[in-house]
């Protein structure tokens, strides 16, 4: 069974400020992880992916996000938050070594940019 | 790049109808799914498709059917319409190589209103 908790359903920074988006997960196996961005009305789009290569994964727009197995998180990081930036963004887990590779997402974290 | 196109941006209906939503993947994908997508409660899987006329349950199937018959297509069907089913509808699909570090590719969601 695999689950992720986002802390926050809301985070709100002024721009240029850091974006830190809380990302936990709960697996019974060695996961993959995702961050997926929702702009406004549009479907989502995959940010980042962490495959196991490297604890550090760098994705899309500057964000980054960082794997540690012993705090079982997976949080996204920005260090100077854009207007463009102001989306809903999923934190997402599935199970590798096979079985269900449908991923679970998160309840989502609404960030907001303040100028 | 690949394409995920749902046919109504927005929709209406009347409580009791049978409502069909579409979705049309361009990249020969083999699975294909439907989320429903609720404030503070994510995204949750409704039914999805690793291969024509082939279906699985998600985690909130009841009140929907799904539809297969070709591989570029997957209808959701709900029988009959209820006002607890007004959300946002999401699409998705991906290769389908049995991995499960693929990412989803998502259409931009058709926002159903029951009345």
């Known amino acids: 069974a695999q689950s992720v908790t986002q802390l926050g359903s809301h985070v709100s920074v002024s721009e240029g400020a850091l974006v830190l988006l809380r990302c936990n997960y709960s697996s019974s196996v060695p996961p993959y992880l995702f961050w997926y961005v929702q702009y406004p009305n549009q479907g989502l789009q995959l940010l980042l992916k962490y495959t196991s290569a490297a604890t550090l994964v760098k994705g899309i727009n500057g964000f980054e996000a960082e794997f540690k197995k012993s705090e079982t998180s997976f949080h996204l990081t920005k260090p100077s938050a854009h207007m463009s930036d102001a989306a809903e963004y999923f934190c997402a887990v599935s199970p590798s070594g096979g079985g269900s590779y449908i991923p679970t997402f998160g309840r989502g974290t609404s960030l907001i940019v303040h100028p | 790049d690949v394409k995920v196109t749902q046919s109504s941006r927005y929709l209406v209906k009347r409580t009791g109808e049978k409502v069909f939503l579409e979705c049309v993947q361009d990249m020969d994908h083999e699975n294909m799914f439907w989320y429903r997508q609720d404030p503070g409660l994510g995204l949750r899987l409704i039914y999805f498709?690793?291969?024509?006329?082939?279906?699985e349950k998600g985690d909130i199937p009841e009140g929907y059917s799904v539809s297969r018959e070709k591989k570029e297509r997957f209808s959701l069907i709900l029988e009959s319409a209820s006002t607890n089913q007004t959300s946002m509808y999401l699409c998705?699909?991906?290769?389908?190589?049995?991995?499960?570090?693929?990412?989803?590719?998502f259409g931009s969601g058709t926002q159903l209103s029951v009345l």
């Open positions: 998705a699909s991906n290769k389908g190589q049995g991995l499960s570090n693929e990412k989803l590719f």
């Open positions: 498709s690793y291969d024509v006329k082939m279906k």
